[in-house]
């Protein structure tokens, strides 16, 4: 009976509901804004939230964290940017949607599905909390460093086109994201003897200079063409829609939780994965996938939002950080006398069930300022060319700004939108580079623990392999996926589709 009123505290208390619907109100609109991340936003609310009493401001918190996963949907499908790294897969279809004029569905698909995805991540939080915190300690470094090399096959994924195209990607990705210092020897690495370069290549110039910039440079070819008009006739996806997804949403959603509960991913991995596994389970596609397929908005969005619940499991459960916004609450809540952990369980349970009923609320505030003010923004995609190309360069140069307030980012951002549109001109795709900058220090660091812990011997870490259960899963995986994407396994697919 505690733990009931605990979570209804946050219906019972009008401030503190009006406290998850601001935050969520915020967090949507930036989550939008290239650049402006959940994890600036939470940990500049630190500072303003520090006389507060906890419930408030972990109220105002978990607004803006789960508006600001869903919020940024919104500009990559409508300006192929993505507002956040968990909405790279989500641009993938929802921008050619928005080119159909289709935006409004797209919005609308992705906005109840977000809202499945975060009900899915939130459940298992009250429910199975304690058994998938066990399941994600039992990751060793050589388990990370085996998730790292399945998210680089993706790469088959990504690239519509040639396979080879897209492993040159991808590993021109990895490259970019080793460029810096070196985390465990401090040399340089990759850095050519320039100062600007000792600190990294920010993943968010990255990110924004591949996708906005060269968006605005392709569409100077078309700035004489008319701009589409959007069809908003229906926003909410219907009913039949919806139940022909859910198989789908339900996988992706597991996928989801599973990610983010564990340490250091997050739902920008989570949604890459889930969008390959819409790839790979999805026998007949609305529309083919790159294409404006509604699978690849159902399979990424209720996977990120999903990962929501997943990362707060190691957070109340072990104390650990599933996400970096998980790892800023939890210096919130040492803030307030609080000990996020297993003694917080059985100390202070009320606190727990708090946090889920807050969820559950900025979950419902999610769906209701997702589903409102779509005509207006669908608007921006039928502005004339001449206001939307500056718009967007005006979007990215702000993003890339933002992050870290460095005008050296904004030369990063124009640079690689310069590289990203002739990579797009010559038929590379920029997905596997964004993946592969993502997965970049997953891997590096990871493959570097079990190697040591191994004593520096590939027997021992390979003999490690093969005595663990989950690292011999993980390897067959990363063997089978491999194979699938060989020119023979496809050549045989082929054959066997024509046979029937």
């Avoid at 159902?298 to 990120?304: I, M």
């Avoid at 419902?364 to 502005?383: D, P």
């Avoid at 020119?487 to 029937?500: C, H, I, N, Q, Y």
């Amino acid at each position: 009976m505690d733990a009931f009123m605990a979570f209804l505290t946050i219906f019972t208390h009008p401030e503190l509901l009006v406290l998850v619907g601001v935050g969520t109100f915020a967090g949507v609109y930036v989550g939008a804004i290239p650049g402006l991340s959940v994890t600036m936003a939470v940990s500049i609310l630190i500072s303003f939230t520090f006389s507060w009493d906890v419930l408030p401001a972990i109220s105002l918190m978990i607004g803006i964290y789960m508006g600001g996963v869903y919020g940024g949907s919104r500009t990559a499908i409508l300006l192929n940017i993505p507002g956040a790294p968990s909405a790279i897969a989500t641009a993938m279809d929802g921008y050619p949607m928005a080119q159909r004029g289709e935006a409004g569905e797209a919005i609308g698909t992705t906005t109840v599905m977000s809202f499945f995805g975060g009900l899915v991540g939130i459940v298992v939080l009250a429910v199975l909390a304690p058994v998938v915190s066990d399941f994600a300690l039992k990751f060793q470094p050589r388990d990370y460093m085996l998730l790292a090399v399945l998210g680089i096959l993706l790469v088959g994924s990504l690239s519509s086109g040639s396979l080879v195209k897209g492993i040159f990607a991808g590993a021109l990705g990895i490259a970019i994201g080793a460029v810096g210092m070196d985390p465990l020897t401090f040399t340089e690495r990759f850095t050519f003897d320039i100062p600007l370069m000792r600190g990294g290549i920010n993943f968010i110039a990255v990110m924004i200079g591949m996708f906005g910039v060269s968006e605005a440079l392709m569409q100077l070819h078309h700035v004489d063409t008319p701009a589409i008009r959007q069809k908003i006739n229906r926003i909410v996806p219907s009913f039949g829609t919806i139940r022909k997804h859910l198989p789908l949403s339900l996988q992706t959603s597991t996928i989801g939780v599973l990610i983010g509960a564990l340490p250091g991913t997050g739902g920008d991995i989570a949604a890459l994965m889930a969008y390959d596994h819409a790839k790979r389970v999805t026998k007949n596609p609305s529309r083919p996938f790159g294409e404006g397929a509604i699978e690849g908005l159902v399979a990424p969005e209720t996977a990120n939002n999903a990962a929501v619940g997943g990362a707060f499991i190691p957070m109340m459960t072990l104390g650990i950080p599933g996400d970096a916004v998980t790892a800023i609450m939890i210096g919130a809540l040492f803030i307030h006398g609080l000990n996020p952990g297993p003694m917080l369980m059985v100390e202070q349970p009320d606190m727990f069930w708090f946090i889920v009923g807050a969820l559950v609320m900025a979950n419902f505030f999610m769906l209701l300022f997702g589903l409102t003010g779509i005509k207006l923004f669908t608007k921006i995609v039928e502005m004339p060319r001449a206001v939307l190309i500056p718009l967007i360069l005006l979007l990215s140069i702000v993003g890339a700004y933002a992050v870290n307030n460095s005008i050296t980012d904004v030369y990063w951002m124009l640079g690689f939108g310069v590289f990203g549109y002739f990579m797009r001109h010559y038929g590379y795709p920029l997905g596997p580079v964004i993946l592969g900058v993502i997965l970049s220090r997953l891997l590096d660091d990871n493959w570097r623990r079990a190697i040591i812990s191994e004593r520096e011997d590939l027997g021992r870490f390979f003999h490690g392999i093969v005595t663990s259960p989950l690292s011999l899963v993980l390897f067959i995986a990363v063997i089978l996926i491999f194979a699938s994407q060989t020119p023979l396994w496809t050549k045989f697919r082929k054959k066997e589709t024509a046979s029937k």
